[in-house]
């Protein structure tokens, strides 16, 4: 459950940074409003999944996760470079995110 609920909170994650993105530095008042819930019930989702998972792994996971999935909403949705070593990189976080997840099981 703890892993189920660290997954949510990371797509949460992708999604306050993406709605704060199109808030226009808050000017916009319902991408800002999502935004910030989004990213108070993923900090939530976090402290819950911290109960049972180590705390490290934990957080790696959250941003690993959050950060590759902003990486990759931004080459989809915003059109920036998909350049094959800045994939590559993505693909590295992406591999450090499942070690994790296999050796703390």
Do not use: H, N, Q
Request: hydrophobic fraction near 65%; proline fraction near 4%.
């Amino acid at each position: 459950m703890a892993w189920a609920l660290l997954f949510l909170a990371a797509v949460l994650e992708i999604a306050w940074a993406t709605a704060l993105e199109r808030s226009d530095g808050f000017a916009r008042p319902w991408p800002t409003f999502v935004g910030v819930t989004a990213a108070a019930l993923s900090f939530v989702m976090l402290t819950f999944a911290l109960k049972t998972l180590p705390m490290g792994t934990a957080y790696a996971v959250w941003v690993g996760l959050g950060a590759l999935g902003v990486a990759i909403a931004g080459i989809v949705v915003l059109g920036e470079s998909a350049a094959p070593a800045r994939l590559a990189c993505l693909a590295l976080i992406l591999v450090g995110v499942i070690g994790l997840k296999l050796l703390d099981g």
